[in-house]
């Protein structure tokens, strides 16, 4: 499943009539991941991955391969595969219904180059497996610095988890390291010495038990899914099940995989995490991988979006996220499901609009709060996210950029701030339309369960979405909001009885912002067609300008 944005697209066109210089290519980071993508990358679109491998906690390494099915965009003679230089790839083969044939393999710096029998024609289908091997990355501060997370439980036995998204999934595992192209399916089987179990993405479909003291976990994936989110959680875990009746009808699987020492905090945060899910279900529509599972795995990390799978690392506190405090909920968990929908269902094609996944994530955290607590609660929330905002690069600059390239506070708190401030514009039942049509963009996806609604998205997208659902032209909002990083001012004067209100703006964009301004007893909103409006105040009346704080502008 590939990203037809017309960004991507363009990405694509420029790397196939610009062969970027040899030297580039070998010396790319390996623990960065998206940015340009090369032609031969451009060329393919991954349809699944089988990946099966192998862990063995005590050499800290694993062993396995991956069959990679694709299909041909353009005429192809060679595979190009990306994969950390620290594993070894052992072998590839070309792989048919009659068997599988060696094919030559060279690697170049973080890439595997194969190549094929053949000039393989667009839109033929084709298979290669690669077997590889070693010590892959040790995380160096996971999940914000990834790779694999070797620890121990308070028992000693093994933790082991995934955490890759900054690094790309090839920190583990050979695959095309890009956020803009998906496998439809994917099928993932892990090997590991009992009493250890393996959760991963998807349905567990079955448990093979090998009778040496090793078990295989195989999990199929029925949704598409991006490389990073694919996840090893690996623990002598306990499992809390349950399950949740959809908003689209029927019910789905909810499993919690904790720690056993932690078996009983699992079991007192379960209904919570029951709650948030129907949260976002009457909020955004269902759950998008209902066909699946939804799961939460308890990890050594923090957390991350691992998609159906969860990385659950507060530890049962609800004090570990930004802004610090205990805000009456378990944000991490509340913050990494909303990646459900804002990140796995609707996935930014460049990591240049990556505030799609992290600035409505985190908006969703005030909504909570304003649902479950009141109003007032979530204005001091978004307050406390307001001092973290420091306006050094857009929200969303011109792509393509890696995720390394992007990665920094403004996506997720002025993010949010932007949807708060579009929420005043455009009022509740406009904005909350928007969400919801930026997540299904129609009421008919909302029924289809099976991965069928997954879609890549820009901020384009939500502009047009947003303007529809407005029913008018709010890309001047969006232009000085989250394309360029500087905030506007509201200058305010009073005059013989008039507050006089003037919005300056970088550039002078055009900004028709309304505000509210609080006289007296009462609140009204002042709509600043042209930028400017006076408003009667009586004398000895001191006029409380944005009252309830919708509006991002300098100086609060
Ligand atoms: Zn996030």
Same mark, same amino acid.
């Given at each position: 499943?590939?990203?037809?944005?017309?960004?991507?697209?363009?990405?694509?066109?420029?790397?196939?009539?610009?062969?970027?210089?040899?030297?580039?290519?070998?010396?790319?980071?390996?623990?960065?991941?998206?940015?340009?993508?090369?032609?031969?990358?451009?060329?393919?679109?991954?349809?699944?991955?089988?990946?099966?491998?192998?862990?063995?906690?005590?050499?800290?390494?694993?062993?396995?391969?991956?069959?990679?099915?694709?299909?041909?965009?353009?005429?192809?003679?060679?595979?190009?595969?990306?994969?950390?230089?620290?594993?070894?790839?052992?072998?590839?083969?070309?792989?048919?219904?009659?068997?599988?044939?060696?094919?030559?393999?060279?690697?170049?710096?973080?890439?595997?180059?194969?190549?094929?029998?053949?000039?393989?024609?667009?839109?033929?289908?084709?298979?290669?497996?690669?077997?590889?091997?070693?010590?892959?990355?040790?995380?160096?501060?996971?999940?914000?610095?990834?790779?694999?997370?070797?620890?121990?439980?308070?028992?000693?036995?093994?933790?082991?988890?995934?955490?890759?998204?900054?690094?790309?999934?090839?920190?583990?595992?050979?695959?095309?390291?890009?956020?803009?192209?998906?496998?439809?399916?994917?099928?993932?089987?892990?090997?590991?010495?009992?009493?250890?179990?393996?959760?991963?993405?998807?349905?567990?479909?079955?448990?093979?038990?090998?009778?040496?003291?090793?078990?295989?976990?195989?999990?199929?994936?029925?949704?598409?899914?991006?490389?990073?989110?694919?996840?090893?959680?690996?623990?002598?875990?306990?499992?809390?099940?349950?399950?949740?009746?959809?908003?689209?009808?029927?019910?789905?699987?909810?499993?919690?995989?904790?720690?056993?020492?932690?078996?009983?905090?699992?079991?007192?945060?379960?209904?919570?995490?029951?709650?948030?899910?129907?949260?976002?279900?009457?909020?955004?529509?269902?759950?998008?991988?209902?066909?699946?599972?939804?799961?939460?795995?308890?990890?050594?990390?923090?957390?991350?979006?691992?998609?159906?799978?969860?990385?659950?690392?507060?530890?049962?506190?609800?004090?570990?996220?930004?802004?610090?405090?205990?805000?009456?909920?378990?944000?991490?968990?509340?913050?990494?499901?909303?990646?459900?929908?804002?990140?796995?269902?609707?996935?930014?094609?460049?990591?240049?609009?990556?505030?799609?996944?992290?600035?409505?994530?985190?908006?969703?955290?005030?909504?909570?709060?304003?649902?479950?607590?009141?109003?007032?609660?979530?204005?001091?929330?978004?307050?406390?996210?307001?001092?973290?905002?420091?306006?050094?690069?857009?929200?969303?600059?011109?792509?393509?950029?890696?995720?390394?390239?992007?990665?920094?506070?403004?996506?997720?708190?002025?993010?949010?701030?932007?949807?708060?401030?579009?929420?005043?514009?455009?009022?509740?039942?406009? #904005?909350?339309?928007?969400? *919801?049509?930026?997540?299904? =963009?129609?009421?008919?996806? /909302? &029924?289809? +369960? %099976?991965?069928?609604?997954?879609?890549?998205?820009?901020?384009?997208?939500?502009?047009?979405?947003?303007?529809?659902?407005?029913?008018?032209?709010?890309?001047?909002? #969006?232009?000085?909001?989250? *394309?360029?990083?500087?905030? =506007?001012?509201?200058?305010? /004067? &009073?005059? +013989? %009885?008039?507050?006089?209100?003037?919005?300056?703006?970088?550039?002078?964009?055009?900004?028709?912002?309304?505000?509210?301004?609080?006289?007296?007893?009462?609140?009204?909103?002042?709509?600043?067609?042209?930028?400017?409006?006076?408003?009667?105040?009586?004398?000895?009346?001191?006029?409380?300008?944005?009252?309830?704080?919708?509006?991002?502008?300098?100086?609060?």
């Amino acid at each position: 499943m590939r990203a037809l944005s017309l960004a991507v697209a363009l990405a694509a066109l420029a790397a196939s009539c610009r062969q970027l210089p040899l030297e580039r290519q070998e010396h790319e980071d390996p623990y960065d991941s998206g940015g340009r993508l090369i032609a031969e990358q451009a060329s393919y679109d991954v349809l699944r991955y089988e990946l099966a491998l192998e862990v063995f906690p005590e050499k800290r390494a694993i062993e396995g391969a991956v069959t990679v099915r694709a299909r041909a965009g353009a005429p192809l003679s060679r595979l190009v595969l990306d994969l950390d230089p620290r594993l070894e790839a052992r072998k590839a083969e070309w792989v048919t219904k009659g068997g599988a044939a060696p094919l030559d393999l060279e690697r170049r710096g973080p890439r595997l180059w194969i190549r094929l029998p053949g000039t393989v024609q667009p839109q033929e289908e084709f298979s290669v497996r690669v077997a590889y091997g070693g010590a892959p990355r040790e995380a160096p501060n996971a999940p914000w610095s990834g790779g694999v997370v070797w620890k121990t439980t308070p028992e000693g036995q093994p933790w082991i988890a995934t955490a890759c998204q900054g690094e790309g999934a090839d920190v583990w595992w050979p695959c095309k390291d890009h956020v803009s192209d998906k496998p439809e399916t994917m099928d993932i089987r892990v090997t590991v010495p009992e009493p250890l179990v393996a959760a991963a993405n998807g349905k567990l479909a079955g448990v093979e038990t090998h009778g040496d003291g090793r078990r295989t976990y195989h999990w199929t994936v029925s949704a598409p899914i991006s490389a990073y989110n694919v996840a090893l959680n690996i623990a002598p875990y306990r499992t809390i099940e349950g399950s949740l009746e959809s908003v689209a009808g029927g019910s789905f699987p909810v499993v919690f995989y904790v720690l056993p020492g932690d078996y009983e905090r699992g079991r007192e945060l379960f209904p919570e995490i029951l709650e948030h899910l129907r949260f976002y279900e009457e909020l955004l529509g269902p759950y998008p991988f209902r066909a699946d599972k939804y799961g939460v795995a308890q990890t050594p990390h923090l957390g991350m979006e691992h998609q159906t799978i969860i990385g659950y690392g507060a530890g049962f506190r609800r004090d570990v996220m930004t802004p610090r405090g205990d805000w009456g909920f378990d944000r991490l968990h509340h913050h990494e499901l909303s990646h459900e929908w804002w990140g796995n269902l609707v996935t930014n094609a460049d990591w240049s609009d990556m505030w799609l996944h992290e600035g409505f994530g985190t908006y969703m955290q005030a909504l909570y709060i304003e649902k479950k607590q009141d109003a007032a609660r979530s204005r001091d929330y978004l307050a406390a996210m307001r001092k973290r905002i420091d306006n050094r690069q857009p929200v969303a600059p011109p792509g393509p950029l890696s995720a390394k390239g992007i990665y920094w506070g403004d996506i997720y708190f002025k993010g949010a701030w932007v949807l708060h401030t579009l929420r005043f514009l455009m009022g509740d039942d406009a #904005f909350f339309q928007a969400l *919801r049509r930026m997540a299904y =963009p129609t009421p008919d996806l /909302e &029924r289809a +369960a %099976g991965g069928a609604s997954c879609r890549f998205a820009s901020t384009e997208d939500f502009v047009a979405i947003a303007e529809r659902c407005a029913g008018r032209d709010i890309g001047w909002f #969006f232009d000085l909001y989250v *394309r360029q990083e500087k905030l =506007p001012r509201l200058a305010a /004067e &009073r005059r +013989a %009885g008039a507050l006089e209100l003037r919005w300056e703006t970088p550039s002078a964009m055009r900004f028709p912002m309304p505000i509210e301004v609080r006289i007296g007893d009462a609140t009204r909103r002042i709509e600043m067609p042209d930028g400017r409006a006076a408003v009667a105040v009586p004398e000895g009346t001191e006029p409380v300008i944005d009252p309830q704080a919708w509006v991002l502008r300098q100086g609060d």
